[in-house]
C-alpha cells in the first residue's frame, strides 16, 4: 500500500481550438497524503482549476477535450474509470467545493435538500435520515440554528454561510480527499478567516486529505503543510510552505511572493513584468523565460524539469538552481523578509 491518498502523474488536459492545441495542463505530478493540505497556487490561467476538475472527470469527455497521465487514488487510476464508477466516486470519495459559493447552490431547492441529496444518492439513506445528516453537517461547519437554516433557500444565506453551507454539502458522505478551488475568493476577510479555521477543523477531525486550489499566498501561508507553484499548465516549485517562502528556489515564486502585499509595511509591490505565454504557442524552452530577471541562453533553448534542492522533498525547475540557486541572491532582500511577515 502506497504511504500517498492520490498521486498524480504527467498528467496532461489539452483542449483543441480553431487556432490550435491549447495545452492548459502539461505533465502536471504531485502527490497528497492522508490528512496533509496541499496547495496548488498560481496566476489566473495557469491551470489549476483545469488540475482540479481533470482529477474529477468534470472535463475531459467532449472530442475536442483529451485527458493522459494517471490520477491515482488508493492505487487505481481514475482516469480509465467509467463515467458510472466516477459518479459513485464523485461526492463520496472525493468531493469538490467549487469556486464561486454564489452560484454552487440550486436557487430552486432549500439547502438541506441539496446537501440530504449526496447521502441519499450514496448510501441509499432514507429521506429522514438524509435530512438529519443534512442538519449534522449544517451544524458541524458552524451554521446558526441548523435545523432551521436548512429548510431556508440559498438566497437567505449570506455569502460566508452559503459558502459553509457547500462545504457542508461536500462532507455528508466523509469523503477522503476534498479539493477546495478558490473557496475563500468571493468572501471577505472576516469570513475567510472563519472558513480557513473551518477547512483545519474538518481535516484534525475526519483525517480528510485537503487539495487548496488559490493564489492567495496569505492563505497558503496560514493553512497549508505543502505548496505546489503552478505556471503555463506547468508545476516549477514544490515542497513544504517553510520551502517555499524561506527558501524559494524559482524566479517565479519570488515573483509571487514579492506581491504580497503586507500591512504596515511601505515598501513598493515588486510585480512580474510581461505575460503569461499564449498556451497555442509555448515557447521551447522555459515558459517563464521571457519574464525572468536571470534569463540564459539555456533557459531560451531547453525546458528545465523539476529537480530535487538541498532540502528533502523541495524540488524546482529551474536552471539556475546548478549554479548555487536563487535564495542566496535573495538573502536580506524583500521577498525573504516578506516571506516572514506573511508566516
Known amino acids: 500500500m502506497s504511504e500517498y491518498l492520490m498521486e498524480v502523474k504527467n498528467l496532461a488536459t489539452h483542449f483543441r481550438t480553431q487556432k490550435g492545441v491549447v495545452k492548459a495542463v502539461d505533465g502536471v505530478d504531485f502527490k497528497v497524503k492522508k490528512r496533509e493540505i496541499l496547495a496548488i497556487v498560481g496566476e489566473s490561467g495557469c491551470g489549476k482549476s483545469v488540475t482540479s476538475q481533470s482529477i474529477m472527470r468534470l472535463i475531459g469527455n467532449k472530442k475536442n477535450e483529451e485527458i493522459s497521465g494517471e490520477v491515482l487514488y488508493h492505487g487505481e487510476n481514475l482516469l480509465n474509470k467509467s463515467p458510472h464508477a466516477m459518479r459513485n466516486i464523485r461526492g463520496k470519495d472525493i468531493s469538490m467545493v467549487f469556486q464561486d459559493p454564489m452560484t454552487s447552490l440550486n436557487p430552486a431547492y432549500n439547502v438541506g435538500t441539496q446537501i440530504a441529496e449526496m447521502p441519499a444518492i450514496h448510501e441509499k439513506a432514507d429521506k429522514k435520515t438524509a435530512w438529519r445528516r443534512a442538519v449534522e453537517m449544517l451544524t458541524k461547519v458552524g451554521i446558526p440554528s441548523p435545523k432551521d437554516r436548512a429548510n431556508q433557500y440559498p438566497h437567505q444565506f449570506s455569502g460566508g454561510m452559503r459558502q459553509r453551507g457547500v462545504i457542508a454539502m461536500s462532507l455528508a458522505c466523509d469523503p477522503d480527499l476534498i479539493i477546495a478551488d478558490e473557496p475563500t475568493t468571493a468572501l471577505d476577510v472576516t469570513i475567510q478567516a472563519q472558513v480557513l479555521n473551518l477547512f483545519r477543523k474538518l481535516r484534525d477531525e475526519t483525517e480528510a486529505a485537503i487539495v487548496l486550489i488559490t493564489h492567495d499566498l496569505g492563505v497558503v501561508a496560514e493553512l497549508c503543510d505543502k505548496v505546489a507553484v503552478m505556471y503555463a499548465g506547468k508545476i516549477v516549485e514544490q515542497g513544504t510552505v517553510e520551502d517555499i517562502f524561506d527558501r524559494p528556489k524559482h524566479p517565479y515564486t519570488i515573483g509571487l511572493l514579492n506581491s504580497v502585499p503586507v500591512p504596515g509595511n511601505r515598501e513598493r509591490l515588486q510585480p512580474i513584468e ?5 498556451l497555442h504557442e509555448l515557447p521551447e524552452g522555459c515558459r517563464f523565460a521571457e519574464r525572468c530577471p536571470f534569463v ?15 532540502f528533502e522533498d523541495h524540488t524546482a525547475a529551474c536552471w539556475i538552481e546548478d549554479k548555487g540557486g536563487l535564495y542566496e541572491r535573495y538573502k536580506g532582500t524583500r521577498s525573504s523578509r516578506r516571506s516572514e511577515k506573511v508566516l
Open 296 to 310: 540564459m541562453d539555456q533557459c531560451l533553448k531547453q525546458q528545465p524539469e523539476l529537480e530535487p534542492t538541498d
Open 274 to 278: 510581461g505575460q503569461p505565454p499564449n
